[in-house]
């Protein structure tokens, strides 16, 4: 039994900014990036998210993506 709601992903993890906000995230088959703070509306700073997306492309390199 499967339903809409079960989302196949490629790679998950969380992730702490600089400001100690904490963060879970998750990749799907489609590419799509979701970040989920449990904050309305918070943006990483930019160096935040140049480190972020430089572990996350290591991250899937190592997975054979």
């Known amino acids: 039994h499967t339903t809409a709601?079960?989302?196949q992903?490629?790679?998950s993890g969380t992730v702490v900014f600089s400001d100690?906000?904490?963060?879970r995230w998750s990749l799907d088959q489609a590419g799509?990036?979701?970040l989920d703070t449990g904050k309305k509306g918070y943006r990483p700073s930019p160096e935040d998210i140049e480190a972020?997306?430089?572990t996350l492309?290591?991250?899937l390199?190592?997975?054979?993506?």
């Open 32 to 34: 799509r990036l979701a």
């Open 61 to 65: 390199q190592s997975q054979g993506y």
């Open 57 to 59: 492309s290591r991250k």
């Open 5 to 7: 709601n079960a989302l």
């Open 9 to 11: 992903y490629l790679s």
């Open 20 to 23: 100690g906000t904490k963060g």
């Open 52 to 54: 972020f997306q430089s």
